[in-house]
């Protein structure tokens, strides 16, 4: 049985859609120069693979360099 989210009742449906599709994503926190900003998991996932991307860019030069 579906429940009623009040503060949507008064809003267009169209805008009901879009805060309840923003809702149904999971959301990470992520600090930049001290502020906390809320990121989608895949942005999330998308950061940490350029991470290690970086990491082994920066080992593969280490070891070309020796």
Avoid: C, T, W
Wanted: net charge negative; no cysteine; hydrophobic share 40%.
């Amino acid at each position: 049985m579906a429940s009623a989210i009040k503060e949507l009742l008064g809003l267009p449906k169209e805008e009901q859609e879009f805060i309840l599709h923003g809702l149904s994503h999971e959301y990470n926190p992520i600090e930049i120069d001290g502020e906390v900003y809320m990121i989608p998991q895949e942005v999330n996932d998308l950061i940490d693979n350029l991470v290690v991307q970086v990491q082994e860019l920066r080992v593969g030069k280490e070891i070309n360099q020796k």
